[in-house]
């Protein structure tokens, strides 16, 4: 195998030093703004060098966002070149476009990395779905939230004062914005939803709410209530179709999320016949993402294309009724105060969310039963 790596950053780094310990496959080709000398591997600054290229029949996109990325995935799977990429973004963004043209290639496309980094979650949702129907997928998806929350519960620290700390320690982005309001983990809900049930989720109709707003004296109610807040995804069969939302989310302090610690993922399927599996592990970080993509890269030589076939678009239903803690003017039904907060009466998913919109100096989270 031929390999065109694009980006040259933490985890393009660490695919390529992996790759130069193995017969099996080759980086030939490094595309790199930067000027970098390598000793068996040339740095190109244009990407054609790379699409032009006969001999590369691989191509790993290791360079985030959604533009050029999106360009030089669907040329290169255009040109007939196998893809692997650790972007949720640009495989969430555009699944109807990168999916399908694969298929209709005849190339294989992976992104194992993009969801829970050193995880062998989507691929293990591959082998799943082969045996059983999925019912429900979600969890802990983002390292950088349960640091925060982590450390917020454990030492009674505040928002800023915590993410100040995360950011110091490189677990947060000079920017959080991505990761604190929960967008990183609705990527990678929508797209383990789609390999899962085999569908295409309208990402409009899937909600979602982050941590920004949450502080010490909040955690302090969680735990006082015996409880422990999470940013966790869900997405799930339903009677009418398919659910899916990101929420913070108060867990009873026996469950395995509020266990989870510092920047460590957890995540779960249901399914009908093994009921729930559980992955914990690292989400991140140059090694970890490298080695999936790796593994991603050896099952592209064995055949392997992508996780499920591809599926319908489809609208997220959130009728589902749950009770939320809210902070902030709630004028809905209330069961409960705790401190200045209160618990709704069960209220929908989507309703309470549509209400955080109008509202969002609001802080909610919802109440696992
Ligand atoms: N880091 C992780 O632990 C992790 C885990 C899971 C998934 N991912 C995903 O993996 C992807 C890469 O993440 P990363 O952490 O490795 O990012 P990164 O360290 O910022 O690396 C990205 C690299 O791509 C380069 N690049 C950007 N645009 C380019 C272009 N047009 N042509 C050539 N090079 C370009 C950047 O160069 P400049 O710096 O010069 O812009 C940078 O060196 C992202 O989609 C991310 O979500 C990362």
Known sequence: MKIGLCGFGVVGRGVYEIIQKRHDMQVTKVLCLEDIQLPDAQAVKDFNDI????????????????HPSFEFASAALKAGKNLVTSNKALVCTFYDELVPLAARMGVKLRCTAAVGGGIGWLSELERSRRVQKIQQVGGIMNGTCNYILDNMTRKGSDYMETLRQAQKLGYAEANPATDVEGIDTWHKVILSSNIAFGISLEKE?????????????????????????KLISTGKRTEQGFSAYVQPTLVDEGTPE?????????????????????????????????????????????????????????????????????????????TEHWGDAVITAPVAVSDIHAWLKENPEAFLAAIAE
């Open 205 to 229: 109709s899937v909600p979602v709410a982050g941590i920004s707003r949450i502080t010490a004296a909040d955690v302090e109610n969680f735990r006082a209530h015996g409880r422990v807040c």
């Open 51 to 66: 699409l032009n290229d006969p001999e590369i029949d691989t191509v790993v996109e290791a360079m985030g966002g959604l």
């Open 258 to 334: 509020a266990a989870v610690p510092l920047n460590y993922n957890l995540i779960t399927f249901v399914g009908e016949t093994s009921d729930r599996m559980s992955f914990f592990g690292q989400g991140a970080g140059r090694y970890p993402t490298a080695y999936n993509v790796v593994q991603d890269l050896v099952d592209v030589l064995s055949g392997k294309g992508f996780y499920a076939p591809y599926g319908a678009p489809q609208q997220a239903d959130n009728s589902e009724t749950l009770r939320y803690y809210v902070r902030g003017s709630w004028a809905g039904e209330v």
